[in-house]
């Protein structure tokens, strides 16, 4: 769904203002004509103008007319500490001056190996390994072949099936469309992709008459099991988005479910794998979400939140048990893929500059207050007639609002562009996914606007 520019009088000196707005324009009409934008009838852009940004700080990203937008979706998920975030600045700069990249197949560097060793350590040591992708989806394809190689590593070479959640949602590329179930993304690919298993989700939303959250993620692991049952011998893995599912709407459940599934995989010898592409980097609560379940995954995915959303790096982490099937005299039996810019030296730079900042500031437990503060501030949105299912986890918050319109979405992310708020609602759930350096001012005013919002949209 396009962005929708809104231009007012610029309050600044005349002259300067045509100026400018020069700029805006002509930067548009240039972009409509040579870029293709992510996810995007490109038609719509006839009636829906882009937004141009000139820069980043903090939460907000400004154009060159001197209008702002309080980032409230961390530019898809990515953004942790803000635009333009002075410390993850000056570690790029210093890794600019030492290397920016080199060939990770018969080489390796300093800033890929201590990223390793820090991730690594982050799980307790029990997923050692660490595989590198560019993008969320390269290691979701990561994750399933490596499941399946590690079968046919190890004499199972009729392990080739993979189960999904409902509405999962795991990437775009044809393998990790293939797990993900969201029907207009997947259903003109169809003829592309390989068959993979749904089971029910333990979205709470979806809840039997009087079943709690809990109960409801029990009853779903049974659907689970009597999957596992009939198909395990033919079953590799079972993928899931921890906690919440994001991009189906923000769908919360209890962490119960991840405790039986765990539990499953291992009665039925199936991989567990945990797409925390998302969920990761502390976006749950947790600096990753399988923690609140005390569970360890076979196969664990980061991206998006890892460079504190300056550069595309993507990583699978694994255990010794699946890194030893594949270590052998037999080339074959290696795991022989590979992206260019695996471990690219800056990306990794950047992601140990966050992993610095987690450290320094304490972050997991500062976010504690913060989320605290925004749950508390958003009880007027909670209560208003039109919302529904008001829920949160860790740094999310959604809500599900009352409207008839198809058009809800692009109507709401327009009017928040008016008021200076970068949303955009997935069907009729609004969330909010702000930086974590969000100010009680600014969450004050990103709640007083989506208020706004909700009373003419
Ligand atoms: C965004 C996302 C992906 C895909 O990552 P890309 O970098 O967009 O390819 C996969 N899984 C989840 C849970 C995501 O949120």
Redesign the pocket.
């Known amino acids: 769904m396009p962005f929708v520019n809104i231009r007012r009088a610029n309050p600044g000196a005349a002259s300067q203002r045509v100026a400018v707005s020069t700029h805006n324009a002509s930067l548009l009409a240039r972009s409509v004509a040579a870029v293709w934008h992510p996810c995007t009838q490109m038609k719509q852009h006839e009636t829906l103008p882009l937004v141009p940004i000139a820069r980043g700080n903090g939460v907000w990203l400004h154009d060159f007319d001197g209008r702002r937008y309080l980032d409230a979706i961390s530019s898809w998920?990515v953004n942790l500490f803000g635009h333009g975030n002075p410390r993850i600045n000056a570690a790029l700069v210093a890794q600019l001056g030492e290397l920016e990249h080199v060939i990770l197949a018969g080489f390796t560097h300093e800033p890929v190996v201590e990223l390793s060793e820090r991730l690594s350590a982050l799980t307790g040591g029990r997923l050692g390994h660490c595989f590198y992708g560019s993008?969320?989806?390269?290691a979701?394809e990561i994750a399933l072949k490596m499941s399946f190689h590690f079968w046919r590593n190890s004499g199972r070479p009729e392990k080739t099936g993979f189960i999904s959640l409902v509405n999962s949602?795991?990437?775009?590329t044809l393998g990790?469309l293939s797990v993900t179930d969201v029907a207009l993304f997947k259903d003109t690919y169809a003829p592309l992709l390989r068959q993979s298993a749904q089971v029910p989700s333990p979205d709470w939303r979806l809840a039997q008459k009087g079943e709690t959250p809990h109960a409801c993620a029990g009853r779903c692991a049974q659907s689970l099991e009597r999957h596992l049952e009939q198909h395990h011998a033919e079953t590799a893995a079972f993928i899931v988005?921890p906690l919440v599912q994001?991009?189906t709407g923000m769908a919360m459940y209890d962490a119960e479910y991840l405790r039986r599934a765990r539990a499953l995989c291992d009665r039925y010898q199936v991989h567990l794998i945990a797409?925390e592409?998302?969920t990761g980097c502390g976006r749950s609560g947790t600096f990753f979400a399988h923690e609140q379940a005390g569970i360890t995954p076979d196969f664990l995915c980061l991206?998006?939140g890892i460079t504190g959303g300056y550069l595309p790096l993507?990583v699978v982490l694994t255990t010794d048990a699946v890194y030893a099937a594949f270590y052998d005299d037999n080339v074959a039996r290696g795991f022989l893929h590979s992206h260019s810019y695996t471990g690219n030296a800056l990306a990794c730079r950047a992601a140990l500059a966050t992993l610095d900042i987690f450290r320094q500031d304490e972050v997991i437990e500062a976010n504690k207050a913060k989320a605290a503060y925004l749950s508390r501030a958003a009880q007027p949105i909670a209560r208003h007639p039109r919302v529904r299912n008001f829920r949160n986890t860790g740094m999310i918050w959604a809500f599900d609002v009352d409207a008839n319109s198809p058009a809800f979405a692009r109507k709401f992310c327009q009017a928040a562009l008016e008021r200076e708020l970068l949303l955009r609602p997935i069907g009729n759930t609004v969330y909010f996914m702000p930086p974590y350096v969000i100010t009680e001012d600014e969450i004050e005013l990103l709640v007083a606007r989506t208020l706004d919002i909700l009373n003419c949209v």
């Open positions: 998920w993008d969320g989806a390269s979701i949602y795991h990437g775009e990790a988005e994001g991009a797409d592409i998302m991206s998006k993507s």
